[in-house]
């Protein structure tokens, strides 16, 4: 769960450098495109093609422990399939565009797609982190969580910034400028960078608290192999 969430945050990471990208999109497509294409292709290597897959043999775990639960989720199941299609569909659109175009009505409506895509993927996280996650740890046993973790764990290019830098080296630029440097200056009370500062506070929090979880299921954990251990009276 805790590689779930680390891939969770980010997604979360560039899902805002592409809405903060699209803004730019019409005014200097020349400079937006390069950093959207790469965030499009970071979604597609690695969050559906790596993060989704593993969430959905998790899915089927829980199928099996508790398939009232899974009748809950299947809409989540589904929705990375969708995801996926859309993400690739936005990608081929971006790079058969010109840049004439993109100044135009064309790229008025891909930065609309775009910033409603990035607004059903942020929905997507939150119910999984509120019903998938959350019920995953309740219903899953030691067993199920040792087979999960059999066979490679590819990790998160966007955890480890050189590596991410190497692959995606200009979303990678931009991520690393603070938020002023993206939007200027004079943009410091606009609504979209107040919704990046609480985008971001919301990340702090949100990795504050999966840490938190995991401190105490390694309490919980602990207590119950110490009582196990007690001498019985």
Not at 30 to 48: D, F, I, K, S, T
Not at 78 to 100: D, F, K, N, P, Y
Not at 122 to 148: C, Q
Request: aromatic residues 4%.
């Amino acid at each position: 769960m805790r590689i779930l969430r680390e891939d969770h945050a980010g997604l979360s990471r560039v899902l805002r450098e592409i809405d903060s990208q699209r803004s730019l999109l019409a005014s200097t497509p020349g400079a937006a495109r390069p950093v959207l294409a790469e965030a499009l292709r970071y979604l597609l290597v690695y969050q559906h093609s790596i993060h989704h897959p593993r969430e959905d043999r998790l899915f089927r775990r829980v199928r099996m422990r508790e398939p009232r639960l899974y009748q809950n989720m299947h809409r989540l199941v589904s929705e990375h399939r969708i995801g996926q299609e859309v993400a690739e569909r936005l990608a081929g659109e971006l790079s058969r565009a010109t840049l004439t175009q993109l100044q135009g009505k064309t790229g008025q409506r891909l930065a609309k797609r775009l910033h409603q895509y990035v607004q059903h993927t942020r929905d997507h996280m939150r119910r999984e982190e509120a019903v998938f996650y959350t019920g995953s740890e309740r219903v899953l046993r030691a067993s199920d969580w040792t087979a999960l973790m059999a066979g490679p764990m590819p990790r998160d290019p966007a955890a480890d910034p050189q590596r991410f830098a190497a692959r995606y080296p200009r979303l990678a630029e931009w991520m690393s400028r603070p938020q002023r440097d993206v939007l200027g200056p004079g943009d410091a009370t606009t609504s979209p960078d107040l919704r990046g500062r609480l985008e971001q506070v919301v990340e702090a929090c949100g990795a504050l608290l999966h840490q938190a979880i995991d401190l105490a299921q390694r309490i919980a954990c602990a207590s119950i192999r110490a009582a196990g251990r007690r001498p019985r009276a």
